[in-house]
C-alpha cells in the first residue's frame, strides 16, 4: 500500500479491470477527454485483477502514453472486484474518489454530474440506473435482492449494483481501514457517511464480453451483504423454529389423544412423512444459515491478505 499516502490530486478514478482488453481502449478514448476538459488536477488508477487476456499489456500501453495522470496496480491474482477496488482507494491520491467499471456500461461522460453533487458538499454520491440495459431476470433479481436487504439491513442504497459511485477521501480510508474479510463497498460507504446522496445516471448496453457476476454469483452477493450487516436472518429462523416447536408440539399432543382414545390411526402416516421431511428441510436450512455466519468468523479469524501487488506502474516524480 502507499504509505505515506498524500493526496495530492482534486480527484482520483479508480477503475478495477478483469479480461477487459476489448473495451479498453473504447474507455481510454472516453475518459482522458472527459477528465481534461474538468480542469483538474487528477488521476486514473486502473488496476487489473489478474487478468488472462491482453488487458495489462494495453494498460502498460496507456501508462507510457499518459504517465503524468495514469497509475497501474497490477494484482497477483483475480481476488475478485471489491477486492481491486481496495487496492485503488490504497493507492488513490485525490480528495474525491470516483469508481467506475471498465465495461462502459456506465458511461464516463457521467462523472463531471458526481463531481458537482459532491461540490455541493456531499461526501458519497450513490447512482441510480436509468433505463437498465441488463436482462429482465438480473433486473428482477436486483428488485428483489434490494427489498429483502433494505428490511434486513439498515442500508438504504436504490441500486446497489451500480459501481459509479463519488466518495471522499475520508469515506474511502474508513473503508481501507475496515478489517472485515468480506467487505460490500458501496454498503460501508452509506454507513460511514455523514451526508449522502443519490442521482440517475445513464446506463448503456455492455458492448464487449458478458457480466462477470452469474446469477449465483449475485445471489453470493446479496447473501454476504445481509449477513455482514445484520443478524436478522438468525432471529427469524429461531423465531420460526419456535413456530415449528409449538405446533409440533400440539401436533404430538393430538396424536397422543387419538391413540389412547381412538387406538393407532395408521392412514395418517404419510402425511406424518410429510411433516418430518418438511421439519427435516428447516432444520438443514437452519444448519447451513449458522455455517455462514460461522464461515465468516473463520475467514475472518485467518487473516488473510485482502489481495497481493504484483507491481505497481507510476511516474517516478517527486513533484508527484
Known amino acids: 500500500m502507499a504509505d505515506p499516502k498524500k493526496f495530492d490530486k482534486q480527484l482520483s478514478v479508480v477503475i478495477p479491470v478483469y ?44 501508462f507510457q502514453r499518459r504517465p503524468d495522470v495514469t497509475r497501474v496496480v497490477l494484482l497477483q491474482s483475480n481476488f475478485g472486484q471489491h477486492a481491486a477496488i481496495l487496492a485503488g482507494f490504497a493507492h488513490a491520491r485525490g ?32 447512482t441510480i440506473r436509468r433505463k437498465r440495459q441488463d436482462s429482465w431476470w438480473r433486473m428482477a433479481a436486483s428488485r428483489l435482492m434490494n427489498r429483502i436487504r433494505e428490511r434486513i439491513t439498515r442500508v438504504r ?21 475496515t478489517a472485515e474479510v468480506t467487505t460490500f463497498i458501496p454498503a460501508l460507504a452509506y454507513l460511514y457517511a455523514s451526508k449522502p446522496t443519490e442521482i440517475s445516471v445513464e446506463h448503456e448496453e455492455r458492448a464487449h464480453g ?49 391413540r389412547i382414545f381412538f387406538g393407532p ?30 464461515g465468516r468468523i473463520y475467514r ?9 501487488i504484483s507491481a505497481v506502474l507510476e511516474r517516478n516524480d517527486p513533484a508527484t
Open 210 to 258: 458478458k457480466s462477470k457476476y452469474s446469477l449465483y454469483k449475485l445471489l453470493r452477493l446479496n447473501f454476504d451483504l445481509v449477513t455482514s450487516f445484520s443478524v436478522v436472518p438468525l432471529e427469524l429462523f429461531s423465531f420460526f423454529g419456535l413456530i415449528l416447536a409449538s405446533l409440533s408440539a400440539m401436533l404430538v399432543i393430538y396424536l397422543a389423544i387419538q
Open 300 to 308: 475472518q479469524v485467518q487473516q488473510r491478505p485482502r489481495y497481493l
Open 19 to 62: 479480461n477487459e482488453e476489448e473495451s479498453l481502449p473504447a474507455l481510454s478514448a472516453r475518459i482522458y477527454p472527459v477528465l481534461d476538459a474538468l480542469g483538474m488536477d487528477y488521476e486514473l488508477v486502473f488496476v487489473d485483477d489478474g487478468s488472462g487476456d491482453r488487458s495489462v499489456a494495453f494498460l502498460r500501453e496507456q
Open 157 to 177: 442504497m436504490t441500486d446497489q449494483g451500480c459501481m459509479l459511485r463519488a466518495y471522499s477521501h475520508t469515506i474511502t480510508d474508513a473503508i481501507n481501514s
Open 95 to 126: 480528495q474525491w474518489v470516483v469508481t467506475l467499471d471498465a465495461d462502459l456500461q456506465n458511461p464516463p461522460e457521467e462523472i463531471p454530474r458526481l463531481l458537482e453533487k459532491m461540490g455541493e458538499g456531499y461526501d458519497y454520491v450513490g
Open 265 to 294: 390411526q395408521v392412514q395418517g402416516i404419510f402425511t406424518l412423512f410429510g411433516i418430518v421431511f418438511f421439519l427435516i428441510g428447516v432444520i438443514l436450512f437452519g444448519i447451513g444459515l449458522l455455517g455462514e455466519y460461522i
